[in-house]
């Protein structure tokens, strides 16, 4: 198995950490007292979280699965396109080690061929004067016909790609360093920094969607790019919508 290696993980500016297993890396993270960037990386989870309280399937050695940790000095209210800075962040990376079709999904999946590839996770806690974010990631590394059992949906994963040929260090360590100059871009800049780079990757540009809300209620539209504040728009029979909070349900050609 490729083992994770804190000296592997060296990232200029942050702290690396390497776990063996733990609950979850962002847990472990925003219950620490963090004086500088800290990226730490873990072999399995045991609670890890996706989107809305979802599982995160973790088995030793089969996924890139780590956290980054850093201050944020944004207003609240932008926060929450923080898991779209991330997205672009982690394609840029991907792409650049040979994963040229890797793509997003809104607001937070990674996607390969209309497969899920990974998620992103950002949770949020006030920090000296500041914010903390930290960000966690999830991507499938090694082909595990469990996990697609139990995901009960297509599941794409990164040694099936024969131009993909990093090793998991040298894949999370570029991913993280890609991290940490958007979000210094995202703290300079606000979400304008990557939001024309988010719409040329995202993976249903131009499509039919429906979109299940917060509350429950499905709206369907054609995908219309990003709202200023990261909300997905939809263009519908009544207008343009944006959509604050939302799970994309289907995609298909408009």
């Known amino acids: 198995m490729d083992r994770l290696d ?18 979850s890396t962002n847990s472990e993270l925003l219950s620490t007292e963090i004086a500088g960037p800290v990226l730490l990386a873990c072999e399995a989870q045991t609670a890890g979280r996706g989107q809305r309280g979802r599982r995160w399937h973790s088995e030793p050695g089969a996924s890139l699965t780590f956290s980054l940790a850093r201050a944020i000095r944004r207003p609240v209210r932008e926060l929450a396109a923080l898991s779209l800075v991330a997205g672009v962040a982690c394609v840029r990376a991907l792409r650049s080690l040979g994963a040229a079709r890797v793509a997003l999904k809104w607001p937070n999946d990674l996607m390969l061929d209309g497969a899920k590839l990974g998620g992103i ?10 914010t903390l974010a930290v960000v966690g990631v999830g991507i499938n590394w090694r082909t595990s016909a469990a996990l697609e059992r139990r995901a009960r949906r297509r599941i794409a994963f990164l040694d099936r ?67 200023a504040d990261g909300a997905l728009q939809l263009r519908t029979r009544a207008g343009v919508r944006a959509v604050a909070s939302g799970r994309v349900l289907s995609a298909r050609a408009a």
Do not use: K, Y
Request: charged share 25%; net charge positive.
């Open 6 to 23: 804190a000296a592997r993980l060296q990232l200029p500016g942050a702290e690396v950490r390497v776990l063996a297993r733990c609950a």
């Open 121 to 130: 996770l950002v949770e949020t806690r006030a920090h000296a004067g500041a």
């Open 161 to 227: 790609l024969p131009a993909f040929a990093a090793s998991r260090n040298d894949a999370i360590r570029e991913i993280a360093r890609a991290l940490l100059a958007a979000l210094s871009a995202f703290e300079a800049d606000g979400l304008e920094a990557v939001r024309r780079e988010w719409e040329a990757l995202d993976a249903h540009a131009g499509q039919r969607l429906r979109v299940r809300l917060a509350d429950g209620r499905v709206v369907s539209g054609v995908a219309a790019g990003l709202a």
